[in-house]
């Protein structure tokens, strides 16, 4: 077992470490940055359906549990750059008034100490980062921007243009999906991005993603202060007798145990996992787990309530590249329903394989022949539907022995439910809901709890130190050099993708140990 001192340690590659450690390289200061994972294989297996979806070839073999014991097979990766690497790329600004109280039918969003404003320059440093593509001015909820989006809007293929002007046509407001793709359509041989069918859920092979790994990692590891580790597992962090600070942090490789000295240590290995590892680091001191006198680490689990509608119709969709529109205009509710109920965006086009994972029995027609899978992928149009959950303090992150159990219960239920009949009653009145087999029908799914993308919220960050883990700059009020630069910090979770604010965030917070540490 050997120790090494570092000025700074950054343990995960996601959204909030990844980002964080493409700020602070220059720095010129000593960092360590940890991954528990590899960098994801460059293999054909990338842009297979069958071993992506089916076989779940990207997602850790890691089981974990639920209340009750049973095993949960979760739906993240372990990688250099996260979830990042298989994500959609939709990266959305949060509305102004997420940030403040939010009454929902099914209770309140918590009001939020930084607001909009704080957020937006990083917001618009956060969209030049990740090569944002899009078009402001259209969507009726969006904020204000000091800027437009860097990249012009990715256009949509025929079919998706004609039910943005069915849309358009209904009264709604269909607007271009934010999206962080390496895409040139203007001169497309110098595009990285080829505008596949397999983007939303998968790796890209030619790394034409804006992601983690790519955007920040490797520019980041071009830096002589800076050291990667990959395939190093953070068990634990151990502190001084007072409990005030992190001393070392012990790292799994190859069967082995390592300890690293840092002055400053951040966490940064998504929601779920940040709150175990801090469970998992209790010791006389911090008997409840490290940074947990306020009982809130693991707590307020969200991970928004998210669901799939796929619509077939008459009428073919050779759309290739489908996940570039989205509709806000249930986002704060209805004309009969003054409650927020959500977003809706395009998920990327559904094929046979996909359809056919799940063999479905539609009005009692069982469908298990590939031509009929074909048929339906041919003829469908996917959306993905975003209602938001609120913080609740039973909903979270506890231990079972060494392994991570959930437990989590939906809430504000109605709101998606609304949205989904909503929707579906929509592309009944734009033709996107035609008889086929032998009538209009939709495969609807919601999450399971397995399903956790979008999760967030278990080291809310306040001032009062009773009611929260981290300050407002994300350090743990109980450790002084103790940092979490993830998902973990949100007080509510809103009704888009987390990850533009997560991005946002670890800016902001770079900005800060920049000033501290000189």
């Known amino acids: ?15 909030g470490g990844g980002t964080l450690a493409y700020r602070l390289a220059p720095t010129g200061k000593k960092i360590l940055i940890l991954e528990r994972g590899p960098f994801l294989p460059r293999e054909k297996e990338n842009w297979d359906t069958v071993q992506v979806v089916q076989k779940d070839r990207y997602h850790t073999s890691e089981i974990w549990y639920d209340n009750k014991g049973q095993a949960i097979h979760p739906g993240v990766g372990y990688f250099v750059g996260g979830n990042t690497k298989v994500y959609g790329g939709a990266l959305f600004r949060w509305r102004e008034q997420d ?46 921007a000091s800027e437009a989006y860097p990249h012009p809007a990715i256009r949509h293929e025929p079919r998706i243009q004609e039910i943005h002007e069915s849309l358009q046509h209904q009264g709604y407001h269909p607007f271009y999906l934010p999206l962080a793709i390496k895409l040139n359509e203007v001169n497309r041989r110098l595009s990285a991005c080829i505008r596949c069918n397999t983007c939303d859920g998968f790796p890209c092979l030619v790394d034409a993603k804006a992601d983690a790994d790519v955007n920040c990692i490797r520019p980041a590891e071009q830096y002589h202060n800076v050291t990667l580790l990959t395939e190093a597992k ?25 300890l690293f000295s840092s002055d400053i240590v951040v966490v940064a290995c998504g929601a779920i ?71 809706v965006q395009l998920l990327g086009k559904i094929n046979a394989d996909m359809i056919a994972q799940k063999s479905p029995s539609v009005l009692g ?21 975003t209602a938001e959950d609120l913080p609740e303090p039973n909903n979270r992150v506890t231990l079972h022995g060494d392994s991570i159990q959930l437990s989590y219960t939906e809430n504000n239920t109605e709101a998606y439910n609304r949205l989904l009949n909503r929707w579906i009653g929509v ?70 993708n987390p990850t533009l604010t997560i991005i946002a965030n670890a800016l902001r917070v770079g900005d800060h140990l920049i000033e501290l540490i000189g």
């Open 1 to 15: 077992m050997t120790t090494s001192h570092y000025d700074l340690i950054i343990v995960g590659t996601g959204a």
């Open 99 to 144: 940030f403040d109280q939010v009454i929902h039918k099914g209770g309140i969003s918590p009001e939020w100490q930084l607001k909009y404003k704080d957020f937006e320059p990083y917001y618009t440093q956060a969209e030049q980062l990740y090569e944002v593509h899009g078009q402001r001015g259209i969507d009726p909820t969006e904020p204000s």
């Open 234 to 258: 953070v068990t634990r962090l151990h502190t001084s007798p007072s409990g005030r600070e992190v001393t070392t942090v012990e790292v799994e490789m190859n069967g082995e145990s390592h």
């Open 273 to 343: 996992n940040s709150a175990a590892l801090l469970l998992k680091s209790a010791n006389d001191q911090h008997s409840n787990g490290l940074a947990n006198s306020s009982d809130q680490v693991g707590r307020n689990l969200m991970k928004h309530q998210n669901g799939a509608i796929i619509g077939v119709t008459r009428k073919s969709n050779l759309t290739t590249f489908q996940k570039t529109l989205a509709v806000n205009d249930f986002y704060w509710g209805d004309e009969d329903f003054d409650y927020p109920m959500g977003h």
């Open 365 to 385: 027609l069982s469908f298990r022949e590939q031509h009929a899978f074909e048929a339906i992928a041919s003829h469908s149009v996917d959306w993905w539907l």
């Open 427 to 496: 592309l009944k009145s734009i033709n996107c809901g035609e008889r086929i087999i032998p009538a209009s029908f939709y495969f609807r799914k919601k999450l399971s709890l397995q399903g956790v993308a979008h999760q967030c919220g278990t080291c809310r960050f306040g001032e009062d130190p009773t009611t929260s883990v981290l300050n407002l700059n994300c350090r743990t009020h109980d450790v002084d050099n103790l940092y979490v630069v993830d998902g973990s910090f949100f007080r509510s979770s809103a009704a888009v």
